[in-house]
């Protein structure tokens, strides 16, 4: 019982944490963003996060990132309270207090788990611990796979230390509000109605929750930064204000997949690729967000080699031979095992079915289709780059996709999402012309 009221403390302050700026929704600093509220709370924890990973990456302690973010969030709410009147309408809070609810139903159940899975155990979790117990960053290099990433264990470190409790399933809490927020802002794009969106919500956590995704390993945290990315691109595309704010907050979650996982890196290749290819604006503005992309993914690679880290994208790859490797791999068989996975993956997880019915039913109407043209385009980009990563592996191919394409799948997977919210759309305008 006393575990169960901790857990139910601890997730109301992640909660708190990532949702205070509806506390201040009416403040003139707040405004002058021209943000709506789920926006300046999806911004609140990019930023949060962004300035965790930053604060590590100078090679503060957790220790030191927990006092300096903790005063930064008093501080921040003590200047607004003084110049601000507070919004306290208690209706504006009722989806807060779902998907806080939510969150902690999802915490009980990953406390009465608690099965790690190997990569997790042999690889995140060692990570964690240099970071838990404030070691410099350089150690690294001495845990298992020190190429890889690392955002994820900065924030399952930070959030166990910020829960003073000795389980460190309190610090993967995090991972769930993180996902729960994606999936509610995402939500907020199916309209205004308090009933559709929070059923939205609720629906869509449901389908695509399992155990499975919080076991320790680092693809729901790319899953769900790509998700809100894909919900900024969204409106960048159809909505068109406010451009400068939504590339913010893009740019903020493509950093964040960067350092989380090493595949972050081409996933983001394909965002920004897309991004400038359907976005509306001069060359100029275009080579410049690539050359913001360039720079990012540079420093990644400049800060492992000042703190003497191994720069390699994968240990599993030969890079020298890679096209040689693809072709002499380009075969019926091999690209029959990578296409069952796939089939098996789709079934695996709810979302990717659903969301592939809904693109195959926009397929048979024009507007539709040419309307979701960026997310065929997606769909098409993030295949492709699995096959051909596969295909390119010197190892065991069965082997190698049995082990991890279905985790690679499902951290591509979260635009496909948008084909059932442009079917939904669709349906919407029919009945209003009907009616």
């Known amino acids: ?194 009933i559709k969106k929070n059923f939205v919500f609720l629906f869509i956590v449901i389908l695509i929750y399992d155990y499975w995704h919080f076991r320790g390993t680092q693809e729901i945290l790319n899953f769900s930064f790509l998700l809100i990315c894909s919900i900024y691109f969204y409106e960048i595309i159809y909505k068109k204000k406010h451009l400068l704010s939504k590339l913010f907050i893009i740019f903020l979650g493509i950093n964040l997949m960067i350092w989380t996982k090493n595949e972050g890196i081409i996933i983001s290749t394909i965002v920004i690729f897309l991004l400038t290819i359907f976005m509306k604006k001069k060359l100029f503005f275009k080579a410049t967000l690539l050359l913001v992309f360039a720079i990012m993914v540079f420093l990644r690679f400049k800060i492992y080699n000042y703190y003497g880290i191994n720069v390699s994208l994968s240990e599993d790859f030969d890079f020298k031979n890679l096209f040689t490797i693809f ?39 024009r507007k539709l289709f040419f309307k979701s043209l960026f997310i065929y385009l997606y769909l098409v980009l993030s295949l492709s780059t699995i096959i051909f990563i596969y295909l390119s592996s010197p190892q065991n191919i069965e082997f190698m996709v049995s082990t991890g394409l279905m985790r690679i799948f499902f951290e591509m997977s979260s635009p496909y999402l948008l084909f059932i919210l442009v079917l939904f759309e669709n349906k919407i305008e029919t009945v209003k012309i009907s009616n």
């Open 327 to 365: 072709f002499s791999n380009l075969n019926f068989n091999n690209i029959e095992i990578i296409l069952k996975y796939l089939a098996i993956s789709s079934l695996k997880f709810p979302h990717i079915a659903l969301s592939f019915i809904c693109g195959f039913i926009i397929l048979f109407d």
């Open 1 to 194: 019982m006393k575990e169960l009221f901790f857990i139910l403390l601890v997730t109301s302050s992640y909660s708190l944490l990532c949702l205070y700026p509806i506390f201040f929704k009416n403040s003139l600093i707040l405004k002058k963003l021209n943000l709506s509220t789920q926006d300046l709370i999806i911004l609140n924890i990019l930023l949060l996060c962004n300035s965790l990973l930053i604060l590590c990456l100078l090679n503060l302690k957790i220790s030191s990132a927990i006092i300096i973010i903790q005063f930064f969030y008093v501080f921040l709410i003590f200047l607004i309270f003084r110049v601000i009147k507070i919004d306290q309408t208690l209706k504006k809070f009722l989806p807060y207090f779902l998907f806080t609810f939510l969150g902690l139903i999802i915490a009980i159940d990953i406390a009465n788990n608690l099965t790690l899975y190997w990569d997790a155990k042999k690889l995140w979790l060692p990570k964690t611990l240099i970071f838990f117990n404030d070691l410099d960053l350089s150690e690294l290099q001495n845990t298992g796979y020190p190429h890889y990433s690392f955002f994820g264990s900065i924030i399952w470190s930070f959030f166990w230390k910020l829960s003073h409790m000795e389980e460190e399933y309190f610090g993967r809490i995090f991972f769930v509000i993180i996902f729960c927020l994606s999936i509610f802002s995402f939500s907020r794009l199916f309209g205004d109605n308090f």
